[in-house]
């Protein structure tokens, strides 16, 4: 039987001990890796703030899609805020808005009274 030498089984090791150590948070169903998540949250605020002048703090976040079975990143995250929804998708590790709802205003009567 072949012995494994020490520098492989240390670094092996340590990418089980960093996989196990990850941490995840729930977020539209979907559980994904914390920081970076996180982190996406924090450059898509930013993004839906601009983008729609609301503040910040009114803007609403959910992941609605990963990059596929067993992915634990964000590639879509929806965004809430003002009577607006947004939709950001991730593309080459940059956030774009990809599509944007607003609510309709009341429907006037032009007729005369």
Do not use: H
């Not at 914390?34 to 898509?44: L, M």
């Amino acid at each position: 039987m072949k012995r494994v030498s020490q520098p492989v089984w240390v670094i092996f090791s340590l990418v089980l001990l960093m996989v196990g150590c990850m941490s995840t948070m729930l977020s539209g169903g979907f559980e994904v890796e914390k920081d970076s998540t996180e982190q996406a949250f924090e450059n898509v605020r930013n993004r839906a703030s601009f983008e729609t002048g609301c503040d910040k703090s009114q803007i609403d976040l959910v992941v609605l899609a990963t990059s596929g079975q067993g992915s634990v990143y964000a590639t879509q995250i929806g965004a809430t805020g003002c009577g607006q929804r947004s939709v950001y998708s991730r593309i080459d590790y940059v956030w774009v808005l990809d599509s944007t709802a607003r609510p309709q205003a009341p429907a006037t009567s032009n007729s005369p009274q």
